[in-house]
């Protein structure tokens, strides 16, 4: 079966065709791109809450809402001295992650898949649709997160971990990791053929910065003044439609 080469758009204001994704967190698909693996969107973000709740409640401070929205998509580093910084914690950046990292290695294996996830990524890799991961995390939460789907996981191809990736030179909301991410594809890759799915308002901005797509799927709590670069905004993964991107639809 040929490569799928997706029609234009009718439901945005841009006028190119998507070839590539990318996903959160994190995904690049290559006719779409899909960031941080659509099984864990806000999955993980729930496990990395608990976990860093655990260690600042060591000091007495509350991991609120305000300060999680600020580090969503954020490198590993820079979120830890974010909430190191806003939390007045009396501890190092490298104190942070020995004691938070002792929390994500009981959390992060027990990460799920959430509901529209398998089918959407399933769905454009049968179409042959290239899909990639351009994340945030770095290898060793990656692998954590992953422990249970690594068959999942093997269907996107590159992988690009901000926090391990030394091309990645900035985290979200700079581009860097969906722009590496575009270059890594098999193939030449515009930008403006990319379509990203996105739960965090750093990552959109990191999507739309390097000139591609967002679809994005926020928490219920999130202000809605913060989704308003997205292309689309959806409640769930379950309400994407692929045509509405001319890609395959789904079969009845």
Known sequence: MGKFRGLRLFDSGHSGPIRWATYKTQLA?????????????????RLYTAAIERIVGQYNAVYTWEIKVKCMGMKGHEGAQYIIDSLHLPISVEEY?????????????TAKLLP?????????????????????????????KTTNHKE?????????????????????PNPDVFLVCAKRFKGSVDPKECLVFEDAPNG?????????????????????????????????????????????????
């Open 29 to 45: 698909i290559r006719h779409s791109q899909i960031r941080e693996g659509l099984q864990r969107e806000k999955d993980t973000e």
């Open 97 to 109: 992650y020995s004691k938070v990292s002792i929390e994500y290695d009981k959390l992060f294996p």
């Open 116 to 144: 529209g996830a398998e089918k959407l990524v399933r769905h454009l890799y049968k179409y042959e649709i290239p899909i990639a991961i351009a994340s945030g995390s770095s290898e060793e939460s990656y692998n954590l």
């Open 152 to 172: 999942f996981v093997s269907l996107f191809n590159p992988v690009v971990l901000a926090s391990s990736d030394p091309e990645v030179k900035n985290g979200k």
């Open 204 to 252: 959109v901005l990191a999507g739309v910065r390097a000139g591609m797509q967002v679809v994005m799927v926020p928490d219920s709590r999130m202000d809605p003044s913060l989704t308003k670069d997205a292309t689309l905004v959806l409640n769930s993964l379950e309400d994407f439609k692929p045509e509405q991107f001319g890609l395959p639809p789904y079969e009845q």
